[in-house]
């Protein structure tokens, strides 16, 4: 078992053990970082708020320790997200859309823990069924230019 730790603003503070194997794929992980301002950068045309790019930038500084290797994190994790939004951009536009939607729900008095909680399935559908577009677009695209 290797201990994990994350950097927070008081220091290092432990957040418990993985196995070796965890640990080595985390550890793997950080060869695939490049610098913080390159992974802003690669958001390119993508249309994201201000709020959205400010949680990125806050989660770009997320670093943890596997043993002795410290992983920055949180960089990974945003070039995750964007090739992710690059690949699939339907599917982007829905959550951030269900997620609006899903907090005003809940805002609702009494009723919108109710209509929030019915809300959070109709998303997942929607988001499959953007997926299955952007899947099919993807498809459409590779093979006119095969041709």
């Not at 994990?4 to 503070?13: F, H, T, Y």
């Not at 708020?49 to 949180?74: A, F, N, Q």
């Not at 805002?107 to 997926?131: Q, R, T």
């Amino acid at each position: 078992m290797t201990k994990v730790r994350i950097l927070e603003k008081d220091g290092w503070q432990t957040i418990g053990e993985v196995s070796s194997g965890v640990a080595e794929k985390l550890k793997s992980m950080e060869a695939e970082v490049v610098s913080p301002g390159v992974c802003m950068s690669e958001l390119g045309g993508i249309p994201v708020s201000g709020d959205e790019r400010d949680w990125m930038r806050g989660m770009l500084g997320k670093t943890i320790m596997v043993g002795k290797t410290i992983v920055h994190i949180g960089v990974y994790i945003v070039r995750l997200l964007v090739r992710t939004l690059k690949m699939f951009p339907t599917v982007g536009l829905v959550v951030a859309a269900g997620l609006v939607i899903g907090m005003l729900l809940h805002s609702i008095p009494f009723v919108g823990w109710l209509l929030s909680a019915i809300w959070g399935p109709v998303m997942l559908v929607l988001a499959g069924a953007a997926l299955c577009v952007d899947v099919l677009q993807l498809f459409k695209d590779n093979r006119t230019s095969a041709s």
